[in-house]
């Protein structure tokens, strides 16, 4: 299975409309590939939180629209990041969009944890309450988004539900990208699983971005590690060894608390 993790840059002088067809380009440049990341946010940018509610779209608004068709042009399936939504019944969602090659819209994950301790996101933005899983034809994905990636329960959730591969958009910053390394290979590690990790470049409000996304497999081996700049992260990987890993090593059998058991 071959992955494209598309690290771009969020240029503030770049109008939204203009972003929206340079990355539908990188996406089409993608055709071979088998799947398909972009970062979170890459709308707007991660941290330019005063925008979020002025450029916030429906869910099928003008990049659902764009991204459905570079992801039928090319014949991928297209994690298309995330957006912020505005629900026309609610509030605000920090909502990633999954593409099936035909360009239908196979999934949508409403992001769980928010960062910004009250203020920024966390204080403009609904939480979602489910847990995502989209079946592809050589694995299943996991979703989670950025902050999300502090909280091992909510992947241990995802692998309850299937998940084989955790794919993971995201606006890391830079002044904590250790912990970005860090964690995407806790998480690969602990839930015997493939991570995809997406992040982006450049500077997003006066914050600059970690970049360094990165393909973890299931023993937490490191397999492609993007720089700091803007980015194509091209990986094969065989989802295989998911399954394989799971039976040489049982450890996730073993696990005790959080596990409902038959009582009697």
Sequence with gaps: MRASLLQIAVDEGESIDSRRERVASLVREQAGADLVVLPELWTTGAFAFESFGAEAE???????????????????????????????????????LVFSPAGELAAAYRKIHRFGFDKGEAALMGRGE???????????????????????????????????????????PERRRAHWTLLAQARAVEDQAFVLACGTAGTHAGV??????IVVDPWGEVLAEAGSGEEVLSVEFDPAKVGATRGQFPVLRDRVLGVERPRG
Excluded at 139 to 166: I, K, Q, S
């Design 208 to 213: 600059p971005q970690a970049g360094h996304s």
């Design 58 to 96: 429906p869910l099928e608004g003008p990049t659902y629209d764009v991204m459905a068709k570079a992801a039928s042009d090319a014949g991928v399936w297209l994690h298309a990041g995330s957006i912020p939504e505005r629900d026309p019944e609610g509030p605000l969602y920090n909502t990633s």
């Design 130 to 172: 489910e847990l995502v899983t989209v079946r592809l034809p050589e694995t299943v994905l996991g979703l989670a988004t950025c902050y999300d990636l502090r909280f091992p329960e909510l992947f241990r959730g995802l692998v309850d539900v299937g998940a084989e591969t955790l794919v993971i958009p995201a606006g890391w």
